[in-house]
Each structure stands twice: as C-alpha cells, then as structure tokens.
C-alpha cells in the first residue's frame, strides 16, 4: 500500500494553514497589508513603495537609529544600548510618544541580514525583541513586549529606485483594546515608511 499519492495533498494543507495577506490599505504610493497569524489577537502588517532614491540612501535612514528623533514619528527618544559582530547586531532602545495614548517603550535586537555587493542583492534588517541591557520600566511607560519586523530594501531601475518592504509584528500591550492596537499599526506602520522615504529623497 502507497501513501505517496497523499503527499501533494499535505503540502497544500500545510501551506494552506498560513493566513493569506489581504490588501487594507493604498494611498500616496504606499500598499498596506494585514493578516493575523494563527492564534494571534494582533495582526501582522507590511507596507511596500516604490522610493526614489538609490537603496544605500534609504539604508542610511534607516540605520541611523541614534537621530531618530528627528525622522521618526512620535520618536522621543532613541539610543543604541550596543553594537557587536562590527555592526552587524545592534541593542536598540526606543521611547514613543503617541497621540492619545500612555508612552511606550522597547527594546529590539536588529541584525544585517543583507546579501549585497555591487550593488546587486538585498539589504535586510530584521529584529526581535531582547532584554538585553534594559533600562528600568518608566512610570507612566508601557514595556512593549511584542515587537518583530524588518526592512528590507531591493534595487529598481538600475539602482536608482529602492523597492522596500516594511513589516512589523507588534502588541502595544497596557490597557489598549486590542482592535484600537490594531488600527493603531495599520495606521503606523505607513507613516513611518513614509518618513523613511522622506529623508530618504532628501536633498
């Protein structure tokens, strides 16, 4: 008896069990999608453009964590807590004030995930959260503990374009219903590609 038949039929099942992204939003260039992973209360959102400016440019802005105060939304503060493996990982620390709700706070650890020479290739920076060198949680602060994401950054037309893809998977966590939480990353996630591409572009 074969059960060599069944095979194709189980690998469908087992693709079909990831929920597929489903477009929310498009406005001023920028495709928002959603979808909430199996078991989540939270959805997963990315955001894709197509920006104007070559993909080192748009690398800067978004490896430039130490000024992101001034190009980030809501940013108040921004510090680098580490650096190791000569820049490839960083212990990031991040204050967010946000319109109409408590502050958050957190703290990822990025890696360079790129394959990129001559210009060819990708650039990729993906986090997770960490504990690692945590300041003491702030009165009036909420710690966020659900934060995963990338960007990832492949050249168009020669180099001269970037197309980059934004994805966060986050829970701002406190009191905060969680459809509002949702909304809330909907909303965000645009915005800040939005400002990457920006001071990106910028002359």
């Known amino acids: 008896m074969s059960f060599l038949p069944a095979l194709p039929l189980l690998v469908l099942l087992a693709g079909a069990a990831e929920p597929a992204w489903q477009q929310v939003a498009r406005d001023d260039g920028i495709t928002v999608m959603a979808r909430t992973p ?13 920006v104007d400016a070559p993909p080192q440019d748009v690398w ?3 490896r430039d964590y130490a000024n992101y105060t001034k190009t980030m939304p809501y940013t108040e503060e921004s510090r680098v807590l580490a650096s190791e493996q000569e820049g490839k990982i960083t212990v990031f620390y991040c204050l967010v004030n946000a319109p109409l709700v408590d502050k958050r706070d957190f703290i990822i650890r990025i890696r360079d995930e790129s394959d990129w020479k001559d210009g060819k290739g990708f650039l990729k ?21 659900l934060n995963n994401g990338y960007w990832l950054l492949e050249p168009r037309e020669e180099g001269k374009k970037t197309f980059v893809t934004y994805y966060l ?13 949702d909304k809330a990353n909907k909303t965000s996630v645009p915005d800040v590609l939005r400002a990457v591409r920006k001071y990106a572009t910028k002359k």
Do not use: C, F, H, N
């Open 38 to 50: 199996e078991g989540g209360s939270v959805s997963e959102v990315k955001a894709t453009a197509l």
């Open 60 to 62: 800067r802005v978004i």
């Open 125 to 145: 920076a993906a986090w997770t959260m960490t504990t690692d060198g945590a300041p003491a949680v702030r009165e009036g602060v909420v710690r966020v503990k």
């Open 169 to 181: 998977y986050t829970d701002p966590g406190g009191s905060l219903p969680k459809w509002i939480a």
